[in-house]
């Protein structure tokens, strides 16, 4: 389980190739990549909610109870799990210029790897200070860019110089989904017991 994690962080070129080697199929990439790494912030965010609270560093804290917090997580692992396709989407259509057009399968599993850095810096959530999300969360978000812009012609065949602008392109749309992401959760996992009680 989880095979390709350590080495995309340790080194992610080599790992590309592997990757791309297996032929990855989208349940496959799901059951044994996304479901178990989309987890982690969802699984983080609900302990912390619960046990120390969401604070932007004051003295006080918004608590959850069990219950709405296990509503609010369910929502959130559903729109994760909905924004790695979104991401893989929009790879494939930024990528149908190019002679070597790759399938959307392909481009949703390069989705579900690139978001790997993203669901680890969910770990954080477990004691969830604002700053200390969007620090941690502004480094997953610069180690994912990195793996996209390394991965294009590593795993998708697109010439390193088409493959900036493909990059550039789903790195923007990518980022709104994120801060689409990060409103949603701060709404859910905030204000979440005043919505669903």
Do not use: N
């Amino acid at each position: 389980m989880l095979p390709h994690v350590w080495g995309l962080l340790a080194h992610p070129k080599r790992e590309w190739k592997q990757i791309r080697e297996e032929r990855e199929t989208l349940t496959r990439l799901y059951a044994r990549h996304v479901l178990a790494l989309a987890a982690i912030p969802v699984i983080c965010s609900y302990i912390g909610t619960t046990q120390v609270g969401w604070s932007l560093g004051g003295d006080h804290a918004i608590l959850l109870g069990y219950k709405d917090a296990l509503y609010a997580g369910i929502v959130f692992y559903l729109v994760i799990l909905a924004a790695v396709f979104a991401v893989g989407s929009v790879l494939y259509k930024a990528a149908q210029r190019y002679a070597d057009r790759p399938s959307l399968r392909r481009c949703v599993v390069f989705a579900g790897y690139i978001a790997t850095p993203m669901f680890l810096s969910g770990i954080v959530a477990v004691y969830p200070l604002i700053w200390l999300c969007l620090l941690v969360g502004t480094i997953g978000l610069c180690y994912t860019a990195y793996l996209l812009y390394l991965g294009i012609p590593a795993f998708l065949g697109i010439s390193r110089e088409e493959g900036f602008v493909v990059s550039s392109t789903t790195l923007a749309v990518g980022v709104l989904i994120l801060e689409a992401l990060l409103g949603a959760t701060v709404l859910l996992w905030g204000y979440g017991e005043k919505w669903f009680t």
